[in-house]
Each structure stands twice: as C-alpha cells, then as structure tokens.
T-cell receptor, first 115, second 110 residues
C-alpha cells in the first residue's frame, strides 16, 4: 500500500464548478499535512497547510480527518488558472525529532478547468 | 521570497558519465533535499541534509551521492549515470517542514 494515495484523475470541470480532491495516508503517526500545486513543467509550490480544525484560504478549503487518515481539498468557483496537478503531502517526524521530518508526496491529482 | 536555484534546466549525459547537479538557496535554510519526479511515481526523496556536511539517505539513494560543504549549496552526484536515472530532478530547501523547490533539472542519460 502506498504511504500517500490520491486519485490521479484527471478531473475536468467547467469554470465556476466546485471540485474536491481526496487523499489518504497510511502512517497514523503523521504529524503535518500540506497541499502543493504543480503547474505543467514547473516545480511544486505550497498551496496551503492542513490543520486539524480545517482551514480556508479564499476559494480553497482543506480538511483533515485523523481518525480516518484522510485529507481533502475543496476548490469553489473554479477558475481556468486553477488547472494544475495538486499534490497531497504528509510529514512524519520520527524518534529523532528533527524539524524536517520525512515528507511523503502523493502522485498528484490532475485538474483541468475548461471554459 | 526564497530562491532555490538549480544550475541547469536541461542536461544530456552519456551512460557511465559522472554527473553533478548543483543547487543553491539564498535563505540560510538548514534543510536541503533532492527529489526525482517520474510519471506515475510522483516525487521520491533521494537524499536530504539538515546541516553542513550532514546527509541522510532518502527512499531511493542507490546510484547517487551528495555533498554539502556550505550551507547554501547541496550537490547531487551520479557516480556513473545510467539510463534509468533519466528523470526530472528537483532540489528543495526549508527551515521547517514545508520545502521550497527549485525549477528542476531534466536529465536525460543516453
């Protein structure tokens, strides 16, 4: 079983649609969670961190369910510029306790927003 | 803004060559990482470093080594390049758990 699993898509949605991506992780001791965005032929960039209480940044809402080991990203009112690959990222800090932990990336979910 | 600079955007090397991929960051970050990204496999960690002269193996270190002589620079070395090392290589740095990536080096080994 992969440590971080995402539905690869692709998701094709019209402008203005609401779309949700899901991600599951296998290590119950994982401690921090993020969504990164990667445009075609570009590097991944941090979209948002994911907090236990859920958090929102404009049209983007991230949720974490530790009991089910499940993370989600909701995009409302999709724009053409939202077209990208969305990467779920999970961090596990082991017994060594170093600050960086061990990041594991999902394979990414491809989103295409069309006019 | 943090800047992570990779020396080459595209690189073509021959099988058996020794290859150096260079990465420099300008924000005094302690942590630096090398990943490779392949279709269907996502990003996989090759090596990371949390201090000068310190290094740790990631998930796929075989065939690679690294060097961190100065805080701002983290080099990835392919001792004898092979065709299965054709990939996109991404360097990243961070002071916490959220890395900032360079723009990547697309390496082709022929």
């Amino acid at each position: 079983r992969k440590e971080v699993e995402q539905d690869p898509g692709p998701f094709n949605v019209p402008e203005g649609a609401t779309v949700a991506f899901n991600c599951t992780y296998s290590n119950s001791a994982s401690q921090s969670f993020f969504w990164y965005r990667q445009d075609c032929r570009k590097e991944p960039k941090l979209l948002m961190s994911v907090y236990s209480s859920g958090n929102e940044d404009g049209r983007f809402t991230a949720q974490l369910n530790r009991a089910s080991q499940y993370i989600s990203l909701l995009i409302r009112d999709s724009k053409l510029s939202d077209s990208a690959t969305y990467l779920c990222v999970v961090n596990y800090v082991g017994a060594g306790g170093t600050s960086y932990g061990k990041l594991t990336f999902g394979q990414g979910t491809i989103l295409t927003v069309h006019p | 803004d943090v800047k992570v600079t990779q020396s080459s955007r595209y690189l073509v090397k021959r099988t058996g060559e020794k290859v150096f991929l260079e990465c420099v960051q300008d924000m005094d970050h302690e942590n630096m990482f090398w990943y490779r990204q392949d279709p269907g496999l996502g990003l996989r960690l090759i090596y990371f470093s949390y201090d000068v002269k310190m290094k740790e193996k990631g998930d796929i270190p075989e065939g690679y080594s690294v060097s961190r002589e100065k805080k701002e620079r983290f080099s990835l070395i392919l001792e004898s390049a092979s065709t299965n090392q054709t990939s996109m290589y991404l360097c990243a740095s961070s002071w916490d758990t959220r890395p900032t990536f360079g723009s990547g080096t697309r390496l082709t080994v022929v």
